[in-house]
T-cell receptor
Framework: KAGVTQTPRYLIKTRGQQVTLSCSPISGHRSVSWYQQTPGQGLQFLFEYFSETQRNKGNFPGRFSGRQFSNSRSEMNVSTLELGDSALYLC?????????FGPGTRLTVL | AQTVTQSQPEMSVQEAETVTLSCTYDTSESDYYLFWYKQPPSRQMILVIRQEAYKQQNATENRFSVNFQKAAKSFSLKISDSQLGDAAMYFCAYRTMYSGGGADGLTFGKGTHLIIQP
C-alpha cells in the first residue's frame, strides 16, 4: 500500500505570494492532519480534516487554511506569505489512531 | 492544554548497547494515545511505536519497547541492540482519543537527538 504523498517536495516563494500544498493520504484513510515544523517552534499542529470537514484547528492566523476533498486528498493554503512561514510542512493520515506521515514539503520564503 | 516534555536534548550510545529516551506529559484526560516518532536526516517522520492509555501492557515493536507509567504520566522508549540506522531525532507525542472541538492533533515534545557511536 502506498504511503502518504505530498507535493511539491520543495517550494521557493517570495513574501506576499500565496502557496498551495497537496497531500494524498494512504488509501482508506479518511483523517488528514497538517503540521508545521521549524527549528525554533518545533512541530505545531495546523488543522485536521475528516470526511471533508475541518475537525480541529491549531493556533495559526487566518492566512493558513485548508480543505479536504471527497477522495480524502487534502490541500493547505497560505496566503500573503511571510518570512516566518519558511518551514517543513508535514501531512499525516490515520485510519484508527495511528498517524502516518508523508515526506513533507519544504517551503522557503524569500 | 496538554504538554509533552523530553528532558534529554541529546543522547549518545555505543552500537549494540541499550538506550532509554525519556518523555513526560501533562493531561487531565484519561483516554489518549502516546507515540514515539523517529525523524532521520531525510526528515521523514516514521512511527516507531504507539500506546493506548487504556492498555496496561507496554507496547513493543522488535527492538523498541516502552515503559508506560500512567499515574506518573511517563512514557519512555527503550531501544535495545542499538544500530547505526537508529541515529535520528526522536519525538514523543500525545493525542486525545476523542476529537472535535478545540486544538487537538498531535502534541509533540521538542525531541531527543540520538547519536549511535560505532
Amino acid at each position: 500500500k502506498a504511503g502518504v504523498t505530498q507535493t511539491p517536495r520543495y517550494l521557493i516563494k517570495t513574501r506576499g505570494q500565496q502557496v498551495t500544498l497537496s497531500c494524498s493520504p494512504i488509501s482508506g484513510h479518511r483523517s488528514v492532519s497538517w503540521y508545521q515544523q521549524t527549528p525554533g517552534q518545533g512541530l505545531q499542529f495546523l488543522f485536521e480534516y475528516f470526511s471533508e470537514t475541518q475537525r480541529n484547528k491549531g493556533n495559526f492566523p487566518g492566512r493558513f487554511s485548508g480543505r479536504q476533498f471527497s477522495n480524502s486528498r487534502s490541500e493547505m493554503n497560505v496566503s500573503t506569505l511571510e518570512l516566518g512561514d519558511s518551514a517543513l510542512y508535514l501531512c499525516a493520515s490515520s485510519l484508527r489512531g495511528g498517524w502516518l506521515f508523508g515526506p513533507g514539503t519544504r517551503l522557503t520564503v524569500l | 492544554a496538554q504538554t509533552v516534555t523530553q528532558s534529554q536534548p541529546e543522547m549518545s550510545v555505543q552500537e549494540a548497547e541499550t538506550v532509554t529516551l525519556s518523555c513526560t506529559y501533562d493531561t487531565s484526560e484519561s483516554d489518549y494515545y502516546l507515540f514515539w516518532y523517529k525523524q532521520p536526516p531525510s526528515r521523514q517522520m516514521i512511527l516507531v511505536i504507539r500506546q493506548e492509555a487504556y492498555k496496561q501492557q507496554n507496547a513493543t515493536e522488535n527492538r523498541f519497547s516502552v515503559n508506560f507509567q500512567k499515574a506518573a504520566k511517563s512514557f519512555s522508549l527503550k531501544i535495545s541492540d542499538s544500530q547505526l540506522g537508529d541515529a535520528a531525532m526522536y519525538f514523543c507525542a500525545y493525542r486525545t482519543m476523542y476529537s472535535g472541538g478545540g486544538a487537538d492533533g498531535l502534541t509533540f515534545g521538542k525531541g531527543t537527538h540520538l547519536i549511535i557511536q560505532p
